[in-house]
T-cell receptor, first 117, second 115 residues
Framework: AQTVTQSQPEMSVQEAETVTLSCTYDTSESDYYLFWYKQPPSRQMILVIRQEAYKQQNATENRFSVNFQKAAKSFSLKISDSQLGDAAMYFCAYRSAVNNAGNMLTFGGGTRLMVKP | NAGVMQNPRHLVRRRGQEARLRCSPMKGHSHVYWYRQLPEEGLKFMVYLQKENIIDESGMPKERFSAEFPKEGPSILRIQQVVRGDSAAYFC?????????????FGDGTRLSIL
């Protein structure tokens, strides 16, 4: 079974600064998808960014980018120019690329990001 | 195009009562997933359904919990004889097909509180 670990329960960043959230995972599969979700106080689950394991290029979405290290099974999220609206819980998630292999997302325990004005 | 709709947003039940949580997927989506989030934890997969079929229920507790996704109408997560430990946020997600490369779109969740 796959597991996802987020070792930082809480992180803090100054507005306009850059912060990196860590995520590691364990799997025996070679093809899979990785995601970062944001959960603000409203408790919505918002997809921030996703990465296909077969792609070597790191995904980027505006101020959000990832550092995907497949051999190390590491998938960190970098938030540049942090804004007050970035304050939220961030969850890393894994999904197998094998069709019909459950299709569920496996989530880490989350990192609470605080942004200081 | 409306997103995934879950209702109610908040549900309060007394111990021993039944809780019914509803999820209407996005238009055109025929695959539904239910997840549970305990306080201060990540989401945990419960069940994956297609119309009229349960595809994977490996995350469902063996007793008191059931789910359905009928041909017409929303998907229902049903919890019988609720206990305090059932207090959690329950999220539904949908996708157009079950292929792994399609993202799951989440609803806003139902927060279940057991008195």
């Amino acid at each position: 079974a796959q597991t996802v670990t987020q070792s930082q329960p809480e992180m803090s960043v100054q507005e306009a600064e850059t912060v990196t959230l860590s995520c590691t995972y364990d799997t025996s599969e070679s093809d899979y998808y990785l995601f970062w979700y944001k959960q603000p106080p409203s408790r919505q689950m918002i997809l921030v960014i996703r990465q296909e394991a077969y792609k070597q290029q790191n995904a980027t979405e505006n101020r959000f980018s990832v550092n995907f290290q497949k051999a190390a099974k590491s998938f960190s999220l970098k938030i540049s120019d942090s804004q007050l609206g970035d304050a939220a819980m961030y969850f890393c998630a894994y999904r197998s690329a094998v069709n019909n292999a459950g299709n569920m997302l496996t989530f880490g325990g989350g990192t609470r990001l605080m942004v200081k004005p | 195009n409306a997103g995934v709709m879950q209702n109610p947003r908040h549900l309060v039940r007394r111990r021993g009562q039944e809780a019914r949580l509803r999820c209407s997927p996005m238009k055109g989506h025929s695959h539904v997933y239910w997840y549970r989030q305990l306080p201060e934890e990540g989401l945990k997969f419960m069940v994956y359904l297609q119309k009229e079929n349960i595809i994977d229920e490996s995350g469902m507790p063996k007793e008191r919990f059931s789910a359905e996704f009928p041909k017409e109408g929303p998907s229902i997560l049903r919890i019988q004889q609720v206990v305090r430990g059932d207090s959690a946020a329950y999220f539904c997600a949908s996708s157009p097909m079950g292929h792994p490369n399609q993202p799951q779109h989440f609803g806003d969740g139902t927060r279940l509180s057991i008195l």
